[in-house]
Each structure stands twice: as structure tokens, then as C-alpha cells.
């Protein structure tokens, strides 16, 4: 193995008069040819971890840690050796960043000029140079910042840092504001001239498209704390912190299917110390409000900082097994069905009417009795009235709102049946997490409203109530059971958006069952294929999808597809 | 309103007030034996002298009020066996609709004087009878409706969450049920009323007590009654009365049924 070009061993860096790090100390390796990405939200620090590598930060910042570079470990001093000749950034793109009294090629030469000390001239000659390797038209080399093109500044950026030929460039948000062909151009522009220089090369990005374009290793990074690393497939496909699952789930380049949600602001209060993911996890316990993040080692491979150890799994389901006997035949309704649930993920079982998914709810949910099979829930034997009579358990919501709500009980009375016999909360807080769920459905949450019986709900209205009292019950994981068979088009994709928005911003995990692939494979991150009570296909959600074209030909053409 | 319901309310109304104001003239020697029709006895005398109509106010109030007894008893046990039968299932549906059998099996006439000249023909006595025998209808209507109750998702729901069954069977069970149970409730007041003044009449009631039925019986028992006039008043007023209760009671249970 080639040795690495550069080294990063535990760098944390404070500015001055900052209570905290800005990042905290991590581990970090470029190979010469290699291109790493850093992700992470704005404000995680990445453009910090660029300005220590270039060594702009010690007058403004205590650094500690060590940055090797070539084999040689750096001091302040070095830098001034090796900052432009060696290590070079593309700075972040931004009308601010050329001198706007200067012309182009002037500006590309000047670093030349300065770092290597070569005459004007040839500095003008191998400015022209690299202004043509980097592909801009000899037309703009006289014309002036503010003449050009958003996307041509990015060009002549490139060229810039590229002047003295660097072993290492650092790109901090390469395509920020460009539109996708200059984009493209860009990034496709970066990777000819990597081939042809062999610089090591860090992408600093928050698009995960471009780092899945560029980027071989990936460094996830979060409020300044390295969360996760790994190879660019390990990341992408199979995520292990919440919060880069998160990030990818709220990247629409990459799948075009799938809908959009981005990470929430905030599920639950956060905490003084620990965890600095904590307030926004889907999957936090109250340990991790003590967990102390270390520095990851790079040498481990696919690696995350999480006191869960990363995703979890919620539900683990095996050979789950159901037989209904009618007379002298007995059918199998569920046969050696085996999947799990992981923390957070929405698991889409898809199959026809009569394909046993029903049932499957029902056998989880405890509304009908296994035969056999295992489910363990967090990890640990479970039986189905436990996990639907206790807080954090799971709830089932059954595609027939009337058939699921007493119609004769007043909305107070439904709300309070779980709040009161499984909870045995006190009549003062039961009221106010009944008017706290209404709102969250989107329903009134009005005391006349309280008082209504239910026949005098619509179906969908009916629907939200069902889900409100499932709410009540804080579930970590739901069952939605075709909750939209019984409801008008408009309705339905209202309910489902809602049921999606609420999976997201209170960080439950959902098995939603579904005859509608569309509907599938806008919401699914997994999916599981049943027919005639087997499992037929199991997977990730866009690859299960896909390969499932052939249901959707099935299927009468006035479908459902205007649910978006 | 309707007259039935007048006449319903007259007869409770009358037992009521007569009853409370201490009426003794139902057994109280009041005139001469065998008197017509007057201002002082409006519906004559019998034969031993005492005044029909207030035989006739006192034995509407006892039949009505056996009647509501015995019905009020036979649905509650109907509806509890009814609701255990049909929610809980299983053996115990199998045996206790196995007891309803065998007692709708039985000719009910004979067991009720059976049962009638074993246990003593006392008012409570005939209550206990009446009730024991008109169960098994309200339990088998009853359990047909819990079970179809029994399938919706809602009732799976609470049993999951551990609603407990009391809470099941008064919250999700009777409101439904109501209706229903009201209906027996009158259907089996009426059949009470008759098979109290059938037993009466056969001579098998309590021999002190004066419900229509033994006011018949009596008038019947008087030798030769229809060669004289006392028929008239002695022996239709009161079966004049019995009809119209009956026929009251019918009625109201079927404007409930629509």
C-alpha cells in the first residue's frame, strides 16, 4: 500500500474566545491520487478541517493534534513552504473570492509568480496553460471577475489552486449555486485534471451526488464530531449513524423516486453533554445523553461514532408462521415470513390482496395468534400485548377506520382508552397529550371538538383519529395497514404525507403495508415482496422496487399514481 | 301520545296512588254481596261484597309490576350470559347455550306449574319462575349480536391494550345493545302478565293475591255465573282489562322495533 500523503491524528481545533471546539479531534487519511469527502450539514465544521489543513488558522484558533503531510510531520513554520506549492484550496465559490480590480489571467498568475518565482512572462505562459486546462475559452482570459459566469469563476478558481502544481487540493463546495451542467462540468473537470496531476484530493461537499461522484472514502461530520466513516458504497448503502442516513434520505439527486425529507430540527430536548446527535436521533436512549465521542480509527474500515453501535434494529421477525384451517384445507396465510425493522426505517410490505400481509400485521400486533416464529423487539422477547400496551412499544393502524373506532364513543373517550387503561395517566395530563396528539394529526383539538361522537367524522378525519390514538402511545415502531384502501385519492395522499412527515419528525419506524408500488417506492427504505404468505423478495427499497416493474403492469391504469 | 300509552300509565299511575294512600278495598267487606253497578261501586261487588274496581286498580299494578320484575330479572341474566357466551366463546358458549336449549326445549306451560305447585305460588316465587323460563331468548339474541360486535378491529384493539373487561362489556357491549334489550324487556313483561293470569286463572296463582288472573278464575269459580247479570261486570272488566294491558304492551314493543 502506498503511504498516505496526508495524516490527520486526533486535530481538534477552538477559535479563540470560543467555549467550545469547533471540531472536535479526529482522524483523517488522503493516499496521493485518492479522493476523500467530507459531509456533513453547514456548520459541521468541514470549512474549519480545510483551513487547518492549509494552515490558515493558528492566529485565529488553538489547534492541537498532529497534521503529517509526505512523511513529515507539520509545525506552523512549514506552512509557508508548503501552503499553495503543496497543499492547495479551492475556495468556496463566491463573487468576494477574486480581486475584482484584476484581470483573470493576472489573477491565475500572480500566485505563480509569488510561490514559485518565476518571471511574469512565463507565469503568464503557465497561467494560460492551466486557464486552458481547466477549459475556459482563451476569449475570457483578459475580461474581468465580475464579466463572467458563475460557473467559469469555479474554473478559474481551480486554476488558481492548481498554479504550482499541488500534491494535495482541498475543494470546499466545488458546485455550490451551479446549475447541473456547470456542475457536471466542474466535477468532471476536477476528476481529468486529478488523472493528469495525481494530487490527493478532498472534496468538501454537502451534496451527496457529488460526493458519490468523486469520492472513494467518506467522512461524515456533524456539529465539528466525526459521526461515521467508511468507503463510499459502505456509506451510501448502508448507512450506520442516523445522521448520515438522514443526510442521504434528504438527497433528492440521489434517488428520484423516493420523497424528500430532511433531518428534523429537533425530536426531544437536548443534552447538556453526550451525544451532540442526541436531540435529533431517531433512535436515542438516554445513555447516549453520556456518551463520549472518540476519535474514529480510519485503519478500522467501515467505522461510526454511536453509543448504539449504529443503526439498530428494532423488530426482528423469524420464520413467522400462520395456518388457518377452513374445513379439511388448511392455508397457509403467513409461512416462514422472516425480516427486521432498524431504527427509524420505513419498511414497505408490498403484495396483492390475499398475499398474507394482513395477517402479518395481525400476528405482530398480537391481533391474531402465531403458530410459530420469534419476534423480539429492542433485541429481547417480546409478547404483542407488552409492546402494544406500553410507551416506545409498537401500534397498529388497520386500513378500516370505521371498523377500528367504536362509532358511538366521543373522540375524548377514544383518545382516552390507551392513556387510561394501558398508561394509567392521571385525568390532568391525559387530557393535554389528548389535545397535544389531535394537533399533531391536524385535527381541532377543541374541546367541542373532544365532545363530537365519531359517526360524525369523515373517513379521513376517522383515519387521523386512528393514527392520533396510536400516537398517544409514543410507538417506536407503527403498523399502517393499507391505511388508505378505504379512502378517496385526495385523502389518502393527505394521510400518507402526514404519516410520512410524523415517521420523520418523531423518529419511529414503520412497516407500511401497501398494494401501490408507487406508494412504495416514494416512501419504502426497505421493501419485502409477499405472495400466497412467502417472502419472494427482500431488500433495499429502490433495488426491490425496480426489479418489481412487473407488478405495476398488473395493475388497472386508474391507479393511485397522483399521490406524491 | 298514544292511548296505550295512556292506559299503560293510568293502570301504574292508579296502583300507585291507591297503594300509597294504604287501599285495603281490595280485601275490605265493603257492601252487599253481588251488587250492581252504582255510584258507590262503580263496577258492583262480588260475591263475598268487596269492590271490583278496586280489585281491578290493585291487580293492574301487581300484574304490571310482576311483569317488569320478572322481565327486568330475565334480562339481566339473559345479557350476562348472552355477553359471556358470545365474548369468551368456547366450552362455556357450548354449555351455556346447551342449558338454553334444554329449557326453550321444555313445554313451558307445564314446567311453570310444576315449578308453580313445587316452590309455592307466592309473588316471588312466580317472579323467580317467570324469570328463570324467558332467559334463554334474551341470551341467544344477545350473544348473536356480541358476536358480530366481537369482530371489529376496535374491540381486538382494546382487549390488546388491556382495556379490562368490565370496561369492554359497559363501554363497547350495552350501548349497542340497548335497543335490543328493551325490546325483550317489553315482549317478556307481556308474556309474564299472560302466563301469571293463565296459572291464575287455571286456580295455580297465589290464592290470596288479586291480579286479574284470580279475578277470573273467582268469577269463573261462581256457579252458574253466566245465568245471571254479574258476568257483565264481575268477569269482563277485568278480562277487558287483561286484553288491553296485553295489547298496550305489544303495541309499544312494536313501535320500539321500527
Not at chain 1, 134 to 151: E, F, K, R
Request: hydrophobic fraction near 45%.
Amino acid at each position: 500500500m502506498q503511504p498516505p500523503l496526508l495524516t490527520i491524528d486526533a486535530l481538534s481545533i477552538r477559535y479563540h474566545k470560543q467555549p467550545v471546539n469547533a471540531v472536535h479531534p479526529f482522524n483523517l487519511q488522503v493516499i496521493a491520487g485518492e479522493t476523500i469527502g467530507i459531509v456533513g450539514e453547514s456548520g459541521s465544521g468541514k470549512s474549519s478541517i480545510a483551513h487547518a489543513i492549509m494552515g490558515l488558522l493558528f492566529d485565529k484558533a488553538t489547534i492541537e493534534g498532529t497534521i503529517t503531510f509526505d512523511g513529515k510531520t507539520l509545525m506552523q513554520p512549514d506552512w509557508q513552504t508548503l501552503r499553495w506549492r503543496q497543499i492547495a484550496l479551492v475556495f468556496q465559490n463566491a463573487s468576494n473570492v477574486l480581486n475584482p480590480m484584476m484581470k483573470l489571467s493576472d489573477q491565475v498568475a500572480e500566485p505563480i509568480t509569488t510561490h514559485l518565482g518565476l518571471s511574469k512572462g512565463r507565469a503568464r505562459q503557465r497561467a494560460f496553460q492551466l486557464l486552458q486546462d481547466v477549459g475556459l475559452d482563451s476569449t475570457w482570459w483578459q475580461a474581468y471577475p465580475s464579466q463572467i459566469s458563475g460557473g467559469m469563476r469555479q474554473k478559474v478558481l481551480i486554476a488558481m489552486a492548481l498554479a504550482c502544481q499541488p500534491k494535495l487540493l482541498i475543494v470546499d463546495e466545488p458546485t455550490m449555486s451551479l446549475d447541473p451542467a456547470a456542475k457536471h462540468q466542474v466535477v468532471a473537470l476536477i476528476q481529468s485534471l486529478q488523472e493528469k496531476y495525481h494530487f490527493g484530493l478532498i472534496v468538501i461537499s454537502h451534496e451527496m451526488k457529488i460526493i458519490q461522484h468523486m469520492c472513494s472514502k467518506v467522512y461524515v461530520f456533524y456539529k465539528g464530531h466525526h459521526l461515521e466513516y467508511g468507503t463510499l458504497n459502505d456509506v451510501l448503502e448502508k448507512p450506520r449513524h442516523p445522521y448520515t442516513k438522514g443526510l442521504i434520505g434528504a438527497s433528492w439527486e440521489l434517488d428520484a423516486h423516493r420523497d424528500i425529507w430532511g433531518i428534523p430540527t429537533s425530536i426531544r430536548a437536548s443534552a447538556a453533554s453526550g451525544c451532540p446527535f442526541y436531540e435529533r436521533c431517531f433512535q436515542a436512549k438516554p445513555a447516549c445523553a453520556q456518551y463520549d465521542i472518540k476519535p474514529l480509527t480510519i485503519q478500522q474500515g467501515h467505522s461510526v461514532a454511536c453509543q448504539r453501535g449504529g443503526i439498530a434494529t428494532l423488530l426482528n421477525v423469524q420464520a413467522l408462521q400462520k395456518n388457518f384451517h377452513i374445513r379439511h384445507h388448511t392455508i397457509n396465510a403467513v409461512s416462514n415470513v422472516s425480516f427486521e425493522v432498524k431504527e427509524g426505517e420505513v419498511l414497505a410490505i408490498i403484495g396483492t390482496s390475499g398475499s398474507g400481509k394482513s395477517t402479518l400485521a395481525h400476528l405482530i400486533a398480537g391481533y391474531e395468534t402465531k403458530d410459530a416464529g420469534s419476534i423480539t423487539f429492542e433485541n429481547s422477547p417480546a409478547s404483542p400485548e407488552d409492546l402494544m400496551r406500553r410507551q416506545g412499544g409498537l401500534q397498529l393502524v388497520t386500513q378500516d377506520p370505521a371498523a377500528a373506532l367504536n362509532s358511538c364513543w366521543r373522540i375524548r373517550d377514544v383518545l382516552n382508552e390507551p392513556l387510561k387503561w394501558s398508561l394509567k395517566m392521571c385525568e390532568k395530563k391525559r387530557h393535554r397529550l389528548m389535545r397535544h396528539v389531535l394537533h399533531d394529526v391536524q385535527l381541532p383539538s377543541s374541546e367541542s371538538f373532544l365532545e363530537k361522537q365519531v359517526h360524525a367524522l369523515s373517513g379521513g378525519e376517522k383515519q387521523r383519529l386512528v393514527l392520533a390514538r396510536a400516537l398517544t402511545m409514543s410507538p417506536k415502531l407503527l403498523i399502517a395497514d393499507e391505511i388508505t384502501a378505504m379512502l378517496d385519492p385526495s385523502n389518502a395522499a393527505n394521510i400518507v404525507k402526514l404519516l410520512k412527515a410524523m415517521q420523520n419528525s418523531h423518529g419511529f419506524s414503520m412497516i407500511f403495508i401497501t398494494h401501490d408500488l408507487y406508494l412504495a417506492r416514494k416512501i419504502a427504505d426497505t421493501a419485502l415482496v409477499l405472495e400466497h404468505g412467502k417472502v419472494v423478495d427482500y431488500g433495499p427499497g429502490p433495488d426491490v422496487l425496480t426489479t418489481r416493474q412487473d407488478m405495476l403492469h398488473h395493475r388497472p391504469s386508474n391507479t393511485l399514481s397522483s399521490i406524491s | 301520545m298514544k292511548s296505550y300509552k295512556i292506559y299503560l300509565a293510568i293502570i301504574i299511575i292508579a296502583f300507585a296512588v291507591y297503594t300509597l294512600f294504604g287501599g285495603t278495598a281490595h280485601q275490605a267487606v265493603s257492601g252487599a254481596s253481588l251488587e250492581s253497578p252504582s255510584l258507590t261501586h262503580p263496577l258492583g261487588t262480588d260475591d263475598l261484597g268487596i269492590d271490583i274496581l278496586a280489585q281491578l286498580i290493585h291487580g293492574g299494578g301487581y300484574s304490571i309490576f310482576l311483569g317488569i320484575f320478572s322481565a327486568g330479572s330475565a334480562t339481566f341474566i339473559g345479557s350476562i350470559i348472552g355477553i359471556i357466551s358470545g365474548y369468551i366463546g368456547g366450552k362455556i358458549d357450548h354449555f351455556l347455550m346447551a342449558v338454553c336449549d334444554i329449557i326453550t326445549g321444555m313445554p313451558q306451560m307445564i314446567l311453570l306449574i310444576l315449578l308453580g305447585a313445587f316452590l309455592g305460588a307466592s309473588y316471588l316465587s312466580m317472579i323467580i319462575v317467570l324469570a328463570m323460563l324467558s332467559w334463554p331468548q334474551t341470551a341467544r339474541t344477545i350473544r348473536a349480536r356480541v358476536l358480530f360486535i366481537k369482530e371489529h378491529d376496535y374491540i381486538r384493539y382494546s382487549k390488546q391494550m388491556g382495556t379490562p373487561l368490565y370496561a369492554i362489556i359497559t363501554r363497547h357491549f350495552l350501548p349497542p345493545l340497548k335497543p335490543l334489550l328493551t325490546l325483550a324487556f317489553i315482549k317478556m313483561m307481556s308474556r309474564s302478565i299472560m302466563m301469571e293470569a293463565s296459572l291464575a286463572y287455571l286456580g295455580l296463582g297465589d290464592p290470596t293475591s288479586k291480579s286479574w288472573g284470580m279475578m277470573l278464575n273467582k268469577a269463573m269459580a261462581f256457579p252458574g255465573i253466566y245465568f245471571t247479570p254479574y258476568w257483565k261486570w264481575w268477569l269482563t272488566a277485568p278480562l277487558i282489562a287483561l286484553v288491553c294491558l296485553i295489547l298496550s304492551l305489544m303495541l309499544l314493543s312494536k313501535e320500539i322495533e321500527v
